[in-house]
Nanobody, 121 residues
Framework: VQLQASGGGSVQAGESLRLSCVAS????????MGWYRQVPGKQRELVAS????????YPDPAVKGRFTISRDLAKNTVYLQMNSLKSEDTAVYYC???????????????WGMGTQVTVSS
């Protein structure tokens, strides 16, 4: 499976962006997927995940209530709706998928190329 992330850009603080991650290849099995972000000099961190059953988690309290992860199974696409963006959300965002052994992200086996999100205050 290959993942293609898109939707990043440069916005002002308070604006919104929606990131998309399209999966291609062998996509018959529904697996957990997630969005990560990374800033220079820091580790990549998990922002949001969606289980194989469609449940969601937001480990970072800084994005809870502002970011929403969702998926369209018919389009093999996972989205990250980001509202009320802040300058600290500036990062490269990556989507990733689980290998399918568990309901939630556990063993990642594919990453999309990053998409840059820049938020100006």
């Amino acid at each position: 499976v290959q993942l293609q992330a898109s939707g990043g850009g440069s916005v002002q603080a308070g604006e919104s962006l929606r990131l998309s991650c399209v999966a291609s290849g062998s996509t018959d099995t529904i697996v957990a997927m997630g969005w990560y972000r990374q800033v220079p000099g820091k580790q990549r961190e998990l922002v949001a995940s969606i289980s194989s059953g469609g449940n969601t988690r937001y480990p970072d309290p800084a994005v809870k209530g502002r970011f929403t992860i969702s998926r369209d199974l018919a389009k093999n696409t996972v989205y990250l709706q980001m509202n009320s963006l802040k300058s600290e959300d500036t990062a490269v965002y990556y989507c990733a998928k689980d290998s399918g052994g568990t309901s939630w992200l556990n063993a990642l086996d594919a990453w999309g190329m990053g998409t840059q999100v820049t938020v100006s205050s």
